[in-house]
């Protein structure tokens, strides 16, 4: 899934780059918007109708080149692998145009039963939908797959 987004002024520093804690909010709120467009899964009503939700264990992030104050940037967002009890989502940041890498960032969620404040099980229906819309990579090292759409990225910029 892609979506486009602007970088607003509020989440830049002074020299007009985004902060780096506000790439985190754009892509995680992107993905919030993906899977609600396009998938269906309302995860505030997950939560509160079946007391479970998904929360960050961590974020692996690589910068690539600065987001800059009114620009455009698109972000794709994909589930790369899955288990019973995660997730591991790809987030990427691109310039408009989609020719020019801005980050690329993998963050792994545990899947938790809200109230008891314990790892649980997907169950047999959520494993259906998360297998449905899984999108394996090759690559399963965040090091390599950095350095696999870096190079894409720098191929797609020098064509232009």
Not at 1 to 30: Q, T, V, W
Request: overall charge neutral; proline content about 1%.
């Amino acid at each position: 899934m892609i979506s486009r987004h602007r970088i607003r002024f509020k989440d830049c520093d002074p020299l007009g780059h985004l902060y780096n804690s506000r790439y985190l909010d754009y892509l995680l709120e992107a993905r919030e918007d993906h899977i609600l467009e396009h998938y269906e899964m309302d995860l505030e009503k997950y939560a509160t109708d079946e007391g479970r939700a998904w929360v960050v264990v961590n974020h692996e992030i690589s910068y690539f080149k600065e987001a800059k104050r009114n620009e455009y940037v698109k972000i794709r967002s994909a589930m790369i692998s899955l288990n019973e009890k995660s997730i591991l989502n790809e987030y990427q940041m691109w310039n408009d145009n989609m020719t020019q890498l801005k980050c690329l960032m993998w963050t792994r969620f545990l899947h938790i039963d809200i109230r008891d404040k314990k790892v649980v099980n997907h169950d047999k229906e959520m494993m259906i939908r998360l297998e449905a819309i899984l999108e394996t990579l090759s690559e399963k090292n965040f090091k390599n797959r950095c350095l696999q759409i870096s190079k894409q990225a720098f191929n797609l910029e020098t064509m232009k």
